[in-house]
C-alpha cells in the first residue's frame, strides 16, 4: 500500500475522472481555500506532478463522526479521488487489511517514509493509569501515537477530540483524554476542530498541504485560518436580525418562524470559529441554524462544560451549580446593598447615640461646675 | 473672638464644639485626576448597563431586520464608552508619573509594610463601629486603598484586556486589537470563558460602585475631612485641627 511515484493526476484518471471533472475540482478547490483564481493553474500543476503523499490516520479515543465526516465530502470528484490523491496508507477503520497485518504496516511506513509522511489522528489519548484506557492493537494509544509522531512531517488533528479533548475530556475527564498538541510537542500540530469538522475543511486542509508542501497560516490555536479565522457570526445570515435586536425567544415563537437571531437560545455563534455558515453541510445544503437550531460550538475548546446549550449565558460552576454570572453577580452585588444598607442604618443609629451621649456628659459637666462653684460661694 | 468671616456671620458665633474655625485644607486631586474620575464614572454606567443588554437583549423588535439596529446601537454605545474608559485609563496612568503623590496611590498596595495593614486593621474596625473616632487621611485611607487597588485598579486592567479581546473577535485576526489583546485566547481558548469572566468583572464594579459611592457619602458626614466635594474641587477640608 506504500505510495509509488504515481501523481495525483495519474490517479485520477486511472480511476476514470476526465481531465475536465479535474479541472472542475481544481477551481473548487481554488476558491474554498481562499486563493486567487490565478492559482488555479499552479494547484492543477502540483497535482499533475507531485507525487502522493502518504498519510497515516490514526484512531484514539473518539468516535469516528471525523472519518464519516470526511468520506462524504462533496465537491466533484472528492469522495471519489481524495483518498486516491493522498497515500492513506493507514486508517484502521477504512483500510482492508486487518490485525498484524495492518500493524505491520504503521512499521512499514515509518521505515520508507522517515520524516515525510503526514500524521493525521482522529480521537485523543487518555493518559490516566499509563493509557490502558485505549488500546488499539493491544497497545496504549498514546505509545503508537508518539511513536508514529516521532517520524512524522507534520501531524494533523482532526476533530474537536484531537484538537481540544471534546466529550471525554469534558470534566470530570476521568480518563485524563488529552488533546494532541499536549502529546506531541516536538512537531507541528495543525487543529482542524469540529464534531466533526466540515468534510470540505477536512480536504481542503489536506489539498492545501499537498499543493503547496507547507502548513497553511494557522491562528495562535493551530487552526488553518482560512477556515477558522472568522465565527461562525460573523458571517451568519441571521446576523441581520441579531443586530436590529429581533431574536427567537421560545422554540416555537413567531420569531422561529421568521427566522430571527437565536443568540437568546444560548447559540455559540459569536464564540465559535469554524466555517458553517459559509460552506455549510452536505454539499452546503444547510447548517445548524439555517435548519433553526443554535450552534453548539463544537469546534470550540471545552465546548461541553460551557453550557447550557440552550442558553446565552454560561453557567459557572463550580461557583455556583447551574447559576450563570448573573445569577451570581446579581447575589453578590445584592448582599453588598444589602450590607450597605444595614451598615448605613447602624452609622446612623450610632452617630445620633454618640451626639446624645456627649451632649448628656457636657450637660452633666456644667452641672458639675454649677455645684462647685455654688459650693464655693456657700 | 471676633474674626470676620462673612457678612454677619461671625466666629463668635460658633461655639466650641463646633469644628468650624481655622479649617485646614490640602490640595489631593489635581484637575486631570478629578476629570477623568468623573468621565470614568459615566464611562463605567454606560458599559453596566449596555454590557448588561449586550448579555441579556431587550424584547425583540418588531418589523423588519433594515428598520431596526437596537443591538447595533447599545454595542456601539459599549464599544464606544469602552474606548472612553480605556482612553481614560492610559491617561490617567500617565498622570500617575507626572501628578502630585496622590495621583500615584491608586496604583501602589504596600503590601509588605506591616505598618500598612495595621492601618487597613484600624480601619476595618472603625467601619465594625469599634472606634468613636477615625483618624486623618489625605488621600485614601489604607481599607480604601485596598478596595482600590484590588477590585479597581486590577478589575480595570482585567476589563480592558478581556474586553478588547472581545472587540478583537470582530475587528479580525489581523487587527491592532487582536495583536494586542489576542493573548488574553491563550488563557481562555474559548472566548465563550472570557465572556462569562468579562461579565462577572461587570458584577465586580456594578458591586464596587455600591460600596464605593456608599463610602464616599458616610465618610463624607462621618469622618474628619471632606470627600466628595474633594473629587469637584480637588481641596481636602478637615474638620479639626486635632492630631489623631
Redesign the interface.
Known amino acids: 500500500m506504500s505510495s509509488g511515484p504515481e501523481t495525483f493526476y495519474e490517479v485520477m484518471r486511472r480511476q476514470g475522472i476526465s481531465r475536465r471533472s479535474f479541472l472542475k475540482f481544481c477551481s473548487l478547490t481554488t476558491a474554498s481555500l481562499g486563493l486567487a483564481p490565478t492559482l488555479m493553474p499552479q494547484l492543477a500543476h502540483a497535482l499533475e506532478t507531485k507525487p502522493r503523499i502518504p498519510v497515516v490516520w490514526l484512531h484514539g479515543l473518539e468516535c469516528t463522526c471525523c472519518t464519516e465526516s470526511f468520506i462524504r465530502s462533496a465537491h466533484p470528484l472528492v469522495k471519489d479521488v481524495i483518498l486516491s490523491m493522498i497515500s492513506l496508507d493507514y486508517d484502521d477503520t477504512i483500510m482492508a487489511a486487518a490485525g498484524h497485518q495492518a500493524e505491520e504496516i504503521l512499521d512499514e511506513v515509518r521505515a520508507t517514509h522517515k520524516g515525510a509522511y503526514i500524521l493525521a489522528v482522529e480521537g485523543n489519548p487518555p493518559l490516566k493509569d499509563g493509557g490502558i484506557h485505549c488500546l488499539p492493537g493491544g497497545r496504549p494509544f498514546v505509545d503508537k501515537l508518539k511513536e508514529m509522531a516521532s517520524d512524522a512531517r507534520a501531524v494533523i488533528a482532526w476533530g474537536s477530540c484531537a484538537s481540544w479533548g471534546c466529550v471525554q475530556a469534558a470534566k470530570p475527564n476521568p480518563t485524563q483524554a488529552t488533546p494532541v498538541h499536549k502529546v506531541v510537542t516536538d512537531k507541528p500540530v495543525i487543529k482542524v476542530p469540529g464534531c466533526p469538522p466540515i468534510a470540505e475543511v477536512m480536504t481542503g486542509v489536506l489539498t492545501y498541504m499537498l499543493t503547496f508542501e507547507r502548513i497553511p497560516d494557522l491562528d495562535r490555536h493551530g487552526r488553518p485560518a482560512m477556515f477558522y479565522g472568522q465565527r461562525i457570526h460573523d458571517k451568519c445570515y441571521r446576523r441581520p436580525h441579531f443586530d436590529a435586536g429581533q431574536y427567537v425567544e421560545a422554540w416555537d415563537d413567531e420569531g422561529a418562524r421568521k427566522g430571527y437571531c437565536l443568540y437568546k437560545m444560548g447559540c455559540k455563534g459569536p464564540s465559535t470559529y469554524n466555517a458553517c455558515s459559509t460552506v455549510g453541510w452536505n454539499e452546503g445544503v444547510s447548517f445548524p441554524i439555517q435548519s433553526g437550531h443554535g450552534c453548539i460550538g463544537c469546534s470550540e475548546d471545552a465546548f461541553w462544560d460551557k453550557g447550557p446549550f440552550y442558553e446565552r449565558l454560561t453557567s459557572i460552576e463550580p461557583f455556583a451549580a447551574e447559576g450563570n454570572a448573573d445569577a451570581v453577580g446579581a447575589t453578590v452585588a445584592a448582599l453588598a446593598g444589602g450590607a450597605v444598607a444595614a451598615h448605613a442604618a447602624v452609622s446612623i443609629v450610632k452617630t445620633a447615640a454618640d451626639k446624645r451621649d456627649a451632649r448628656n456628659a457636657r450637660a452633666a459637666a456644667r452641672a458639675a461646675q454649677e455645684a462647685g462653684s455654688n459650693r464655693s460661694d456657700a | 473672638m471676633s474674626i470676620q468671616t462673612g457678612r454677619d456671620v461671625h466666629a463668635a458665633d460658633i461655639t466650641d ?1 463646633d469644628a468650624s474655625v481655622q479649617r485646614t485644607t490640602i490640595y489631593v486631586y489635581e484637575a486631570p485626576v478629578r476629570a477623568w474620575h468623573w468621565i470614568t464614572a459615566l464611562a463605567i454606567t454606560v458599559l453596566i448597563v449596555t454590557g448588561y443588554f449586550i ?7 418588531p418589523g423588519e ?8 446601537v ?1 454595542r456601539f454605545l459599549h464599544f464606544s464608552a469602552g474606548y472612553v474608559l480605556a482612553i481614560g485609563w492610559l491617561a490617567r496612568i500617565y498622570w500617575a508619573f507626572v501628578g502630585n503623590h496622590h495621583s500615584r496611590q491608586l496604583f501602589m498596595l504596600p503590601f509588605w509594610r506591616r505598618d500598612y495593614w495595621g492601618g487597613v486593621l484600624w480601619e476595618a474596625t472603625w ?1 465594625a ?1 469599634l472606634r ?1 473616632e477615625p483618624k486623618k487621611y489625605v488621600g485614601h485611607n489604607p481599607l480604601a486603598q485596598f478596595v482600590m487597588f484590588t477590585v479597581f485598579t486590577l478589575g480595570m486592567f482585567f476589563m480592558i484586556a478581556t474586553g478588547f479581546a472581545l472587540y478583537a ?2 475587528t ?2 489581523d487587527s491592532w486589537q487582536y495583536a494586542l489583546f ?1 493573548w488574553v ?2 488563557i481562555f ?5 472570557v ?2 469572566w468579562h ?2 468583572g ?3 464594579f ?2 464596587y460602585t ?2 464605593h459611592i ?1 463610602a464616599a457619602v ?1 465618610e463624607d458626614i ?1 469622618s474628619r475631612q471632606s470627600m466628595i466635594s474633594t473629587m469637584i474641587s480637588g481641596e481636602r477640608m478637615f474638620k479639626d485641627n486635632r492630631d489623631d
Request: no cysteine.
Open positions: 464644639d448579555g441579556s437583549p431587550p424584547l425583540s423588535v431586520a433594515s428598520d431596526s439596529n437596537l443591538m447595533g447599545i467601619y463601629f468613636t473577535e470582530g479580525g485576526l489576542g485566547f491563550d481558548p474559548n472566548s465563550q470563558s465572556r462569562t461579565h462577572l461587570m458584577w465586580a456594578v458591586t455600591i460600596l456608599y458616610r462621618m
